[in-house]
C-alpha cells in the first residue's frame, strides 16, 4: 500500500448515458449538485458494441461545457471495430477530452462478435499507437478478481499487461471488503505496478439493485451486509441509511490506508454520493 500514497488523492463520479427526457433532465440536476463538489472528473459508461455511442458522446460534453469539469467517456472495444473506435477518438480529441477509461466491456449477453481487439490491453495499445501521449488512459482493476479471469495471479499479470500497455491510472470494480484492495494492492506492488489505483466505491441504495449487479460483476456482497439488508425489507429509508453508514466507514477506512481518492458509482442519483462525500469531509481533505 506504501507505494499508492505519494499519488495525489483524485475523486471522480460514474454517470450512465440517460435514456428518455425525463432522465436527461434528473442527470442534469445530479451532475448540478455534485460539481459543486469540484471532484476532479466525470466518467460516462459505454454500451458494449456501441450501443450508447452518440449518448456517451453527448453526455460527455454537455457535462463538459456545463460545469466545466472534465468529462471522460469511457471506450470499450469488445463489438467494435478499429476504424469505429478511432472515429470515436477523434471525435472526442476534437472536442477537447483529454481522458478516457478504457475498457474491454461486456456485451449483452447472447450477442456475438468480439471485435478487431480482444482485451483492454489492446485497446490501450491501440489508442497510444493512434494518439500518443494525447490522452490520460484510465483502465479497471479487480481487488476480487474479474470473474472470467483463469486464476487470481493471471488475473494480476493481465492487469499488468494495461499497465505496460501505457496505462496511467486505474478505477477498481467494487468491493465491500478493504482487505482485498489492501491485498491486492500489496501483489501490484510486488510485480512492479506503479500507477495511482482508485477504490471504485457503490453506494448501496436498494437491495435487489446491489444484488443484480453483484450477481453481473462478480463483486462480493459480505454475509453481514445481505443479512441486514433483507431484514430491512422495503423501508427504503433504513436501507438508503444503513448503506450511507457502512460505505461511509468503507471509504474512511481505505482514505486513511493511503487509497489515492475515491471513483463513486453513482447510478446517476446525488444524494447518496453528497452525503458520503459530506460525512467524510471530503471538501476539506489535502489532495496531495
Ligand atoms: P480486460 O482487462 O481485457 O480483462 C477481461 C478478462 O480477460 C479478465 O478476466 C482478464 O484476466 C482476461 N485477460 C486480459 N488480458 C488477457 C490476455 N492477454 N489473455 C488472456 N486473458 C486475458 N463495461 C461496459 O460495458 N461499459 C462501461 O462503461 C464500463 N465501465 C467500467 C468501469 C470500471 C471502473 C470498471 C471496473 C468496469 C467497467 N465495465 C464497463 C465493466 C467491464 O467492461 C467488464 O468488467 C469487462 O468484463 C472487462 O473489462 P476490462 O476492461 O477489465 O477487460
Redesign the pocket.
Known sequence: MESQKKFTKKFSF?F?PPKTPEAVGKLQTTQEHLAKLKPDFF??????GGSTRER?FETVIDIHQKTGIDGVP???C?GSTTEEIKNVLNSYMEAGIHIV???????PSGAIGTGSL??????VEFIRKETGDYFHI?????PE??????SAQ??L???R??VDAGADA?????FYNPDAYYRFMDSCEKLGIDIPIVP?VMPIVTCTQLCRFSEA??AEIPRWILKRLQDFGDDRKAIREFGIDVTTQLCDNLLSGGAPGI?F?TMNLFTPSETIWNNLNLGSIDRK
Not at 170 to 174: D, K, L, R, S
Open positions: 460514474e450512465f466518467s460516462v459508461t459505454f454500451g458494449a456517451t469511457h471506450v470499450s469488445i477509461v478504457a475498457l474491454r466491456g461486456d456485451l480482444r482485451y483492454a490491453s489492446e485497446l484510465e483502465v479497471a482493476a479487480y478478481f474479474h470473474p472470467q479471469s483463469s493471471k488475473d499479470e493481465n492487469f499487461r494495461k486505474a478505477i477498481t470494480q467494487y471504485g460483476c462478480g471513483h458509482y
